[in-house]
């Protein structure tokens, strides 16, 4: 009698606040045996800090997922292609399995490279969609994104180039900024368009930093800064 392989399911988890994760999300967590959860080098795991601040954990297995930040593909592809084999062993034991992502699954996710891994291995995926991050600092800025005629480009503040990115016509989100913020408030200033941008750091989480002006940012900025830039 062949044995049910488990489930694989990617869970956003909204960027911070916990009022914001579904109902689905909720639900699908609650059904999943074992939740796979990314940790820093520092051991945090912001996803389930989120997840636990919103819902009981108790009986679930915790499967802590660790992923390098290094530019190297193959350093990449061997960091992915682990944290899928940790999560295909509990899959062949038939035990569903939900991943957490910080805002939407779908939007700069880890999930989508495991999913292709584990997809091609003969697993089913599930994807259970989130608030994305750049949704909730614009209602965070108490601003609209678009208009009916205007275009939205999110870009991830961590590469391309700055310049043509801020080029681009409508409203422009900057992701994961970061340590790239002061490259893009100078690049700012150069093209006038300082005074129609703000940023939302940590949205959501206990850390939260709003600044409407962006020549008084702090140097210590973190990793989950987003810039909105508004034409």
């Known amino acids: 009698m062949e044995v049910r392989k488990g489930v694989f399911y990617g869970v956003g988890v909204g960027p ?13 967590l609650e059904c999943c045996p074992v939740i796979a959860a990314p940790r820093t080098k520092s051991g945090e795991t912001l996803a389930l800090d989120i997840v636990r601040r919103a819902m009981p954990l108790e009986g679930k297995t915790i499967l802590p997922l660790e992923f390098t930040m290094s530019r190297d593909p193959a ?3 061997a960091s992915r292609l682990r944290a ?5 062993a509990h899959l062949a034991a038939g035990l569903d399995t939900a991943m957490l992502n910080l805002g939407d699954v779908s939007i700069y996710a880890t999930f989508g490279y495991l999913m292709d891994i584990l997809a091609g291995e003969g697993y089913e995926a599930v994807m259970v969609p989130g608030v994305p991050s750049f949704c909730a600092v614009a209602a965070r800025l108490g601003t609209s994104l678009t208009t009916v005629s205007s ?10 180039s700055l310049e043509e990115q801020l080029s681009l016509p409508g409203t422009k989100v900057l992701m994961k900024s970061g340590r790239q913020l002061p490259r893009a408030v100078e690049t700012l200033r150069q093209k006038g368009l300082l005074e129609q941008a703000a940023m939302v750091r940590d949205c959501g989480l206990p850390t939260e930093e709003v600044c409407r002006d962006l020549t ?16």
């Open 151 to 160: 275009s939205l480009h999110i870009l991830p503040g961590f590469g391309g």
């Open 84 to 88: 899928a084999e940790a999560i295909a």
């Open 16 to 28: 911070g606040d916990p009022e914001l994760l579904t109902l689905k999300a909720l639900r699908t």
């Open 75 to 77: 350093v990449l592809r």
């Open 216 to 231: 008084q940012l702090r140097p210590d900025t973190g990793y989950f800064a987003t810039v909105i830039v508004k034409e």
